[in-house]
């Protein structure tokens, strides 16, 4: 299909968006929101139960190399990644890895009601969440699925998103997904305003901003294709006499780009391209799954020796009022829980991110800007403790600004959660920190964000959870 929005040439745009995140909502209140949930999960049947792998339809484990793979030879398949250190060859580690070349769309959709912006969500069932329906996007769909190869129902609202412009560009950028678990995924992400009348679907709702950043404090509710979404969203420049003083006073101040940055958007930049550049990094290698080291596969899984850090397994899944009613499909299921956390700091009254500039194998360009912390299941931390992990104070510390417990993708990732904070540091942590860690600004990082990608996935979410605390 051709791609044809109209350009978005609404300079006061971040002003509505602000006024979106200060209005109640004109549909439902927020505290009715959980019956409308559950009356929606109640609408629905669906189903997950893991499975041996004979038991796949249309999968299999592909001779010679032993990746696992759809007869269609789309969606997605399992291959084995090793990274090796540039420089010297050395072998770093081996992992499976979920490949899916093609690029899948995330698309809000928002319209003005009684001249507040609103945000159009649904309530989503995916294979592996660990609760029955999350608040998804408006559209979230593969190429595979909006094109018809799952031979299912056609994807609702699609048409505002990738066909001729019904509406105006909000947002429209390349992200990545987990460099962890993903090789090279990328999604388009997108935020597109109409102002024509939009059909009624019952597992659809309109919300405001502030809405949704109140859901946002709760755990396991935004999927994580909303929140990466969101985060795409650009900020107004705050008026300062309305803030509050303090940490909150602070992080309003930092939502403006321009204004307190303790290093120019140009320098920022600078050093990120050196670190892609210059930097001796790994070398990513597509191997096949069968030749993993350490790895082994029976009738119920692929895992490591040691069983740590994840584990593929499989799934058949029954859902009512998805595009296909039933399937079956591969999993990546984490070891336990990860933590993703930005420690946080006051400099001139303008609160700054400690970013860090992460290799991850799966990420196209090797490095993107993640999380202070990023583990991917905290309870398997042996010999390599992350910088700064024992910055997270014990639950209740006044540090802690945010703290949710989130999702990750529930269409590829068996029931993987991470819980997500905001600290603020203490004085052990340096104002010069590391070379491969930098402090921004809220409204730098957004922008990068905007032209991306340039900032992980866990990175984005955490964002999007800045932006909505008050």
């Known amino acids: 299909m051709t791609i044809s929005l109209q350009p978005h ?48 339809s249309r999968w299999s484990f592909e001779d010679g190399t032993g990746n696992l793979v759809h007869q269609s030879g789309r969606f997605f398949s399992v291959e084995g990644l090793e990274l090796r250190k540039a420089a010297t060859g050395s072998t770093g580690c081996y992992q499976p890895i979920i ?11 928002a319209k003005e009601f009684g001249g507040v912006l609103h945000f159009l969500m649904q309530a989503k069932m995916e294979p592996g969440n660990p609760e029955p329906l999350m608040l998804s996007p408006t ?6 699925n909006y ?28 992200q990545s997904e987990h460099g962890d678990w993903f090789y090279r995924k990328r999604n388009r992400n ?21 809405q949704i950043n109140e859901l946002l404090a709760r755990d396991n509710l935004v999927n994580m294709d ?27 101040a930092s939502r403006d780009r321009d204004a307190g940055a303790a290093y120019t958007t140009a320098e920022l930049l600078s050093w990120f391209t050196g670190l892609r550049s210059d930097r001796d990094v790994v070398e990513i290698l597509r191997i096949p799954l069968r030749d993993l080291p350490d790895w082994h596969r029976d009738d119920r899984e692929i895992s490591r ?63 993107e800007l993640g999380p202070t912390i990023q ?66 600004t809220v409204g730098q990082l957004t922008e990068l964000i905007r032209n991306g990608p340039k900032v992980n996935v866990q990175a984005r979410t955490l964002v999007a959870c800045l932006n909505s605390i008050k």
Not at 139 to 144: D, F, G, P
Not at 340 to 362: I, P
């Open 226 to 252: 909303s929140r990466t979404v969101l985060a795409c969203l650009p900020q107004a420049a705050p008026d300062m006499r309305l803030q509050p003083s303090g940490f909150h006073r602070s992080l309003a």
């Open 147 to 174: 094109t018809g190869v799952h031979q299912g129902s056609r994807v609702k609202y699609l048409e505002y998103f990738v066909g001729p412009g019904k509406g105006s560009v909000i947002a429209d950028v390349l």
């Open 305 to 367: 020796s040691d069983g740590r850090f994840f584990k593929v397994v499989a799934v058949d899944v029954r859902a009512g009022r998805r595009e296909v009613a039933g399937w079956t499909q591969p999993l990546i299921q984490p070891c336990g829980r990860g933590v993703s956390a930005f420690l946080v700091r006051e400099f001139c009254g303008v609160l700054h991110v400690l970013v860090h500039a992460r290799v991850e194998g799966g990420f196209l360009d090797v490095i």
């Open 375 to 440: 583990c991917m299941a905290l309870s398997q931390i042996e010999d390599e403790t992350p910088f700064y992990l024992d910055q997270i104070p014990e639950a209740g510390s006044p540090r802690i600004r945010y703290r949710a417990v989130h999702a990750e993708e529930g269409g590829r990732f068996l029931h993987a959660e991470s819980e997500y904070l905001i600290v603020e540091a203490d004085d052990r942590v340096p104002d010069a920190p590391l070379d491969d860690y930098a402090w921004v």
């Open 139 to 144: 559209v979230q769909a593969t190429r595979s």
């Open 99 to 109: 490949y899916q070349p093609e690029v899948g769309i995330l698309g809000i959709l």
């Open 190 to 210: 997108m935020i597109v305003e109409v102002d024509e009348f939009v059909p009624d679907d019952d597992d659809f709702c309109w919300l405001t901003l502030h």
């Open 9 to 56: 040439e609404d300079l006061a745009i971040p002003g509505r968006i602000a006024a979106s995140a200060e209005h109640h909502g004109t549909f439902m209140r927020t505290d009715e929101f959980d019956d409308w949930l559950r009356e929606r999960a109640l609408a629905h049947e669906f189903s997950v139960e893991r499975i041996p792998f004979s038991a796949l």
